[in-house]
């Protein structure tokens, strides 16, 4: 008979398979640092390797290749975002999603690598051959089904002007988002993506927002 995944024990982990555990989460990080910083192209498996303290064939025992290696890091990544995002493992919907990315936006800006990582292989990726090509189109077909969810159920709700353009609204802000990341890790003293972030937000809920909280504010 089976029961919930929670009450399940689990394993005890060997000495071994700590070091290998520790081995790849070193390796992760060091190359979301040299992504960050040369993109996929400009990051060979030798300078990961050197950057963790491992050998190259060290490395290749976790990462069988280079893009084994990328889709990890971008893999761990969103696993982060999304546990940052989520209630209880549900996501935020209704105004309470922009709300959330607000909250991811001043997280990333604590977290300039992680900001790079992202501008850089998104524009690399935009190549069909790239091994990341495949991650960016998903990623931009899951924030739009969430924003597009989000807004729905706002509506449902009482929240959302019946009348918001759902597609053009939640394209505006998915470019927004990106926008600002660029402009920030070019010019952070001049550009806050925090407040730049929350006027827009504001600016949307001022024209479709119909809940009492807009009609206060």
Not at 103 to 113: E, G, I, K, M, Y
């Amino acid at each position: 008979m089976s029961f919930p995944p929670r009450y399940r024990t689990a394993p005890v982990k060997s000495r071994g398979d700590l070091a290998g555990e520790a081995s790849r989460s070193k390796a992760l990080h060091a190359a979301l640092e040299l992504f960050a910083v040369s993109g996929f192209k400009g990051t060979s498996i030798a300078q990961v390797a050197a950057k963790t303290g491992l050998s190259q064939s060290g490395l290749l025992h976790h990462f069988p290749s280079k893009a084994a290696l990328l889709s990890a890091v971008l893999e761990e990544r969103d696993a982060e975002d999304g546990r940052f995002m989520s209630n209880n493992g549900e996501p935020p919907l209704g105004w309470a999603a922009f709300d959330a990315l607000g909250s991811l936006v001043a997280r990333n800006s604590t977290r300039p690598q992680l900001v790079s990582l992202f501008v850089r292989l998104s524009g690399e990726a935009i190549e069909p051959g790239h091994p990341a090509h495949q991650w960016v189109r998903d990623h931009y077909d899951g924030i739009e089904s969430w924003l597009t969810d989000a807004l729905r159920t706002g509506q449902a709700q009482g929240e959302v002007d019946p009348e918001a353009p759902i597609a053009s609204l939640v394209h505006m802000t998915i470019a927004v988002l990106d926008g600002l990341q660029q402009q920030w890790l070019l010019q952070p003293a001049r550009v806050s993506m925090v407040s730049d972030f929350a006027a827009h937000v504001a600016m949307l809920r001022a024209q479709w927002g119909t809940g009492p909280d807009v009609q206060g504010s």
